[in-house]
Nanobody, 124 residues
Framework: QVQLVESGGGLVQAAGSLRLSCATS????????MAWFRQAPGKEREFVAG????????YYADSVKGRFAISRDNARNTMYLQMNSLIPEDTAVYYC?????????????????WGQGTQVTVSS
């Protein structure tokens, strides 16, 4: 049974930082592209960042480039998202996702497995 469990969300003031984690079980983690998506109220789920199975390549949405950093620890089957310089527009539920292909894709429909999400709220 595949499980992806996000943690680390919360309430933070603008310009603050948070670090999200995505702990996985039941899948060959080191073989999967991993990604973070987010969904704000009334909006569609959008790609935030992705990382290749080896961790050597990453890709970011323009809206978070230079502020967020995605990483993974294949020994711990865990992915991370370091979020710095947070702004109110970053408020959303953040989801981690896994895709068995080797390229980072930005469409949510491409991903095989999803976590339940963690709420991030940035106050102004």
């Amino acid at each position: 049974q595949v499980q992806l469990v996000e943690s680390g969300g919360g309430l933070v003031q603008a310009a603050g930082s948070l670090r999200l984690s995505c702990a996985t079980s039941g899948l060959a983690f080191s073989s999967y592209v991993m990604a973070w998506f987010r969904q704000a109220p009334g909006k569609e789920r959008e790609f935030v960042a992705g990382i290749t199975p080896s961790g050597h390549r990453t890709y970011y949405a323009d809206s978070v480039k230079g502020r967020f950093a995605i990483s993974r620890d294949n020994a711990r089957n865990t992915m991370y998202l370091q979020m710095n310089s947070l702004i109110p527009e970053d408020t959303a539920v953040y989801y981690c996702a896994a895709d068995a292909r080797i390229r980072i894709l930005v469409g949510a429909e491409e991903y095989d497995y999803w976590g339940q999400g963690t709420q991030v709220t940035v106050s102004s």
